[in-house]
């Protein structure tokens, strides 16, 4: 077990929704310290995903092992797969301006729609953010060899993104476009290696079959994704996520994008803080070779 004793559950495809409809269907058929756990939520849904687990035990009067068999019997692997999956329902259910854009729509409205639902997006990613996840994910770029990124699709962009940041700051990034040259790449991995997974469902094959290799080759893996059970999140040691939005515009995968574009920020932040006059001394070379680049001409 690496990097703090990160257990990774054996956990199904599906996708966690619904839990507040859950919770109220089973209301009267709970009993004991399940049901003062449920009532609890119940009474302020939007403020727990904001809570630690200690925080939501003291809130219902139990033990902070008693919320996670709590989140257990309702399908969950555990308190952070439910407080996500909360606050994705919260979204859902509270917050209506995230409409779904119309033929019929002028531009001011397509304007409107589209910043709604890209601030939305930011504020759901940034309450459900584990600390614990986001410090061993610090911990584990800095600690690393080389980071190995892999992602397909619309999710090569936001990996490219991390490329830009990681190398800015002198450290070695690895990332290709061609499928069989990523899964080869991982093969090739080692215990000191980090191997990153981006993907906006989890379900990418060669993304999921990247970090399978790698971690059978003992490197660790990270995943960025919008679902906590997903093959993805299966074979991750370190596991970041983004909020879910509904809409035709989430269903493109414009507004995940924004919500990961968003992780990335603030982990390349985190790391960049962690590794102090290196990384400002790297990034200041960067930016002047880049200087001198657009001086020479395109």
Known sequence: TKLGGATVLNRGPATIRGPLIRIRESL????????????????????????????LARLSDVSEAAVVRFCQRHGYGGYQDFRVALAQDVVDHVHTV???ISNDDDLPTIVRKVTQANI??????????????????????????????????????????????LTRIGLTAILVSDVHAQVSMAAQLGPEDLCFGISHRGKSFVVVESL?????????????????????????????????EGGVLAQRGRVSRTAMLLLLDVLFVAITARAGAAAASALQRSREAIDRLKEMGP
């Open 98 to 100: 995230l409409e779904d």
């Open 28 to 55: 009267d058929e709970l009993k004991g310290t399940d049901r003062r756990v449920a009532e609890a939520i119940l009474r302020q849904p939007e403020k727990i995903p904001y809570l630690s687990i200690t925080q």
């Open 120 to 165: 939305q997006a930011i504020q759901s990613t940034s309450r459900i953010i584990d600390y614990n996840e986001l410090e061993r994910a610090v911990t584990a770029v800095l600690s690393a060899r080389r980071v190995s990124l892999h992602a397909v699709g619309a999710s090569y962009g936001v990996a490219w993104d991390a490329f830009q940041k």
């Open 212 to 244: 399978r290799l790698a971690r059978q080759r003992g490197a660790t893996t990270m995943c960025l994704t919008r679902y906590t059970r997903s093959p993805l999140v299966d074979v991750s040691d370190i596991r970041l996520f983004a909020a879910f």
